[in-house]
């Protein structure tokens, strides 16, 4: 019986794919083997000894602390591309938000409540809120993966010029972008020719705040620039410095922060990229399988800590050994069950940067069916140096 804790409402759709004999799922268990969450704060959490997984239905995992995880051998699941196509929708909006000054001329509306020459007033006044057609004009997209793809794709059917830039662009990524997006030698190149700029790409100590002074010096006037990825991927005093000086002519972020709001040429949304019932059915329902076929199965695919691993499962008693990338560990492990009598039949190791998986197979007789001799290779394999958790599957 697998217990699984939700810090988070998470959608039923997503909780269904655990089957009920197997699993307990609650909101609060001092011993669970998996958590489930979306935004819910673990920075703070003692992680208990039981915890095996963390499954984040979403792409981001800052609110996750992923290297302590990485250290106890909690693998850290999230869950790319299920909420692509909403955001790509958000971005898509945001890209005629920010041409025609829609959200600045409903408020400039909103404010004439109360008087009875409304009509009178717009017409007099809509000039103020004149914008460009997006039809012909560039569009620089930064980082093709899902969701970047999605958006080079339908800006180019709805009629823009587009480059993208990605040097790490997935083979499924290439085979999903329409050819008809150019490929941008650089992402100066993105900065001095594109009408439009939109950035899709993770938050870490690289890519910290890499939108800043030196890019802005290289816009176009008037660039529009959306930020739908991560705050902290722009420098914001750079950024408030370039719509002064007219670089910037509107910026849209799905990531508010106090110094960004009050100025007319910035539209704040709040955090809704991913804010529909679907994306939400979709991240759960792609963090439960994903967290359901590692307890089960010893399965990774989308971990952020440890590797992509697969070995079909033939029904054995499997070892699901997470260890240090180092020499020496599976030859420890190999000999030590060849000491036992115990066959191999299959195995797997991979690794990611220092963290690694090996999954074991073995033939193991009635006589050693028995769960003390089980138990006891466990307890042997624990002891192998650089090792940090053994299950048994």
Same mark, same amino acid.
Not at 60 to 85: H, K, L, Q
Not at 147 to 174: H, K, Q, W
Not at 243 to 259: K, L, Q, R, S
């Given at each position: 019986?697998?217990?699984?804790?939700?810090?988070?409402?998470?959608?039923?759709?997503?909780?269904?794919?655990?089957?009920?004999?197997?699993?307990?799922?609650?909101?609060?268990?001092?011993?669970?083997?998996?958590?489930?969450?979306?935004?819910?704060?673990?920075?703070?959490?003692?992680?208990?000894?039981?915890?095996?997984?963390?499954?984040?239905?979403?792409?981001?995992?800052?609110?996750?602390?992923?290297?302590?995880?990485?250290?106890?051998?909690?693998?850290?699941?999230?869950?790319?591309?299920?909420?692509?196509?909403?955001?790509?929708?958000?971005?898509?909006?945001?890209?005629?938000?920010?041409?025609?000054?829609?959200?600045?001329?409903?408020?400039?509306?909103?404010?004439?409540?109360?008087?009875?020459?409304?009509?009178?007033?717009?017409?007099?006044?809509?000039?103020?809120?004149?914008?460009?057609?997006?039809?012909?004009?560039?569009?620089?997209?930064?980082?093709?993966?899902?969701?970047?793809?999605?958006?080079?794709?339908?800006?180019?059917?709805?009629?823009?010029?587009?480059?993208?830039?990605?040097?790490?662009?997935?083979?499924?990524?290439?085979?999903?972008?329409?050819?008809?997006?150019?490929?941008?030698?650089?992402?100066?190149?993105?900065?001095?020719?594109?009408?439009?700029?939109?950035?899709?790409?993770?938050?870490?100590?690289?890519?910290?705040?890499?939108?800043?002074?030196?890019?802005?010096?290289?816009?176009?006037?008037?660039?529009?620039?959306?930020?739908?990825?991560?705050?902290?991927?722009?420098?914001?005093?750079?950024?408030?410095?370039?719509?002064?000086?007219?670089?910037?002519?509107?910026?849209?972020?799905?990531?508010?922060?106090?110094?960004?709001?009050?100025?007319?040429?910035?539209?704040?949304?709040?955090?809704?990229?991913?804010?529909?019932?679907?994306?939400?059915?979709?991240?759960?329902?792609?963090?439960?399988?994903?967290?359901?076929?590692?307890?089960?199965?010893?399965?990774?695919?989308?971990?952020?800590?440890?590797?992509?691993?697969?070995?079909?499962?033939?029904?054995?008693?499997?070892?699901?050994?997470?260890?240090? @990338?180092?020499? !020496?560990?599976?030859? +420890? %492990? &190999?000999?030590?069950?060849? #000491?036992?009598?115990?066959?191999?039949? /299959?195995?797997? @190791?991979?690794? !990611?940067?220092?963290? +690694? %998986? &090996?999954?074991?197979?073995? #033939?193991?007789?009635?006589?050693?069916? /028995?769960?003390?001799?089980?138990?006891?290779?466990?307890?042997?394999?624990?002891?192998?140096?650089?090792?940090?958790?053994?299950?048994?599957?």
């Amino acid at each position: 019986m697998y217990r699984i804790v939700t810090l988070n409402n998470i959608a039923k759709q997503g909780l269904n794919c655990f089957s009920e004999g197997d699993y307990v799922i609650s909101n609060k268990d001092d011993n669970p083997d998996g958590v489930i969450l979306r935004s819910f704060n673990m920075h703070d959490m003692e992680l208990p000894s039981s915890l095996k997984a963390v499954a984040r239905a979403g792409a981001g995992v800052n609110n996750i602390p992923v290297e302590v995880c990485s250290e106890r051998g909690v693998v850290v699941f999230n869950t790319p591309g299920a909420n692509a196509n909403a955001v790509k929708e958000l971005v898509l909006a945001s890209l005629l938000l920010s041409s025609r000054k829609v959200t600045q001329g409903i408020a400039w509306v909103q404010s004439l409540h109360g008087r009875e020459d409304v009509a009178d007033a717009v017409e007099k006044n809509k000039a103020q809120f004149v914008g460009p057609e997006i039809l012909g004009k560039k569009l620089g997209v930064i980082g093709l993966g899902a969701i970047g793809v999605l958006v080079a794709n339908d800006a180019y059917r709805m009629g823009m010029e587009v480059s993208g830039f990605d040097p790490f662009i997935s083979v499924d990524a290439a085979w999903n972008l329409s050819r008809r997006v150019a490929k941008a030698a650089s992402l100066d190149e993105i900065y001095r020719d594109c009408d439009y700029i939109t950035i899709h790409v993770p938050y870490s100590a690289k890519t910290e705040k890499m939108l800043n002074k030196n890019c802005f010096a290289l816009m176009k006037e008037g660039t529009r620039l959306l930020n739908f990825s991560r705050a902290g991927l722009v420098d914001n005093d750079d950024l408030l410095s370039a719509i002064a000086a007219g670089t910037i002519g509107c910026y849209v972020t799905d990531f508010p922060v106090p110094e960004l709001l009050g100025n007319d040429a910035i539209i704040p949304i709040p955090h809704l990229g991913a804010s529909t019932p679907e994306s939400e059915e979709n991240c759960a329902v792609m963090a439960s399988n994903q967290l359901k076929d590692y307890l089960e199965f010893g399965t990774i695919v989308n971990s952020v800590n440890f590797p992509n691993c697969y070995l079909p499962y033939s029904g054995r008693k499997r070892f699901c050994v997470i260890h240090k @990338n180092v020499p !020496k560990v599976i030859g +420890a %492990l &190999t000999e030590l069950l060849g #000491d036992n009598g115990i066959n191999i039949s /299959d195995m797997i @190791n991979k690794s !990611k940067d220092m963290n +690694a %998986l &090996t999954l074991i197979d073995v #033939d193991i007789d009635q006589a050693q069916q /028995d769960d003390e001799v089980v138990d006891a290779l466990k307890a042997k394999m624990m002891t192998v140096d650089s090792v940090i958790d053994v299950r048994v599957i």
